[in-house]
């Protein structure tokens, strides 16, 4: 990873100014979802949501060491792993991503319409371990709901600061709400392993750097756990990277309270680059630490899947060559399109 400039405390929100229609969060959406923000804000003081959040991630070490044959059950290859159980099964510059494991599933519906099935990353049927982890599915269905009413706050005020940056009136807030797409992940980022010659070279890289395709991804802190036991994170360099529209490389600081919301491509797209989706990574501690894992929360707040989006013209260079030829496309087929752009050679 590049020289990083340091750490940057996002730009946050109280929740009861999320619920208060007439408040004015220009300034602050500017400066964080603006051309020179990080593209992640924070909201704090909400309701239950700390409570939700240790009860989710908690669960997160357990499904990762789950038995083999319990994993299996809930692993869905036609879906391009986009649901259920997935290990192994992305790629990031090029190579299987082993560092982490995660558990997808749709926080609206369980099963979704066998009619839209040609969309294999988005339309599909949730796969619970009923039998292994029983407690998952509530927990996680919990924090769901929870952030998507936080989304849905947040929202609102995005569509009010880009009307009144370009007199176009936003759809962000509708866009969801019609929605039955938004797609959650359980993420566990097993401990990292380095002999003692490596600690002083760079460390790798939890996740690779990507954006978001979806609208708004709603994120929980970070939980750090070792043997089920919550535990500091063990480097304060290790976490939450974002590169700016400047090529500034900061570490995206929020503290355990708060939720953040990163834009997505989808949102740059509709809003013609008013709001701004910026690249990040995990970063891994520099030096082994010792059994401690690392588990987050990510809800994708997106569009249905036969929703169409338009690709201006000033946006293609934005979006993956196969997106960037089509002037129209639906989200499902974006989604698939970026999907299969992650998977290792040997589940596509």
Known sequence: MAEHEGEFKIVTFRYS???NKD????????????PNGLGIVGI???????????KL??????????PKESLRKIEDPGSGYSFGWSHGAEKFDGKPDFAKGSFYANVCKDVLSDANSRYISQCGRNLWPSEDLPELEPAFKEMGSLIKGVGYLLAYHCDKYQYRQSGRTGVLES???????HKARLLYYYPVNRDSEQSSGTAPQWCGWHCDFGSITGLTAAMYTKDGVEMKCPD????????TNKGRIVRAVYDENCLA???????????????????????????????VGRSTFALFMQPSWDEILYIPES??????????????????????ITTKSHLTTENQ
């Open 236 to 243: 304060t360099e290790a976490g939450l990277y974002i590169k």
């Open 23 to 34: 408040s004015d969060l220009t300034v602050d959406l500017e400066k964080g979802f603006g």
């Open 175 to 181: 866009t969801l709400r019609h929605s039955q797409a």
């Open 315 to 336: 946006m293609k260079q934005k979006v993956p060559p196969a997106v960037g030829a089509a002037t129209s496309l639906t989200f499902g087929e974006y989604s698939d």
């Open 261 to 291: 919301f990163q834009v997505g491509e989808t949102t740059e797209l509709l809003s013609e680059g008013i709001f701004h989706a910026t690249p990040h990574c995990v970063q891994t501690p520099k030096r082994s630490n010792s059994g």
């Open 17 to 19: 100014d999320l619920q």
């Open 44 to 54: 704090t003081d909400i309701p239950g949501y700390s409570e939700s959040r240790k």
């Open 57 to 66: 991630l908690r669960l997160a070490e357990k499904l990762a060491h789950l």
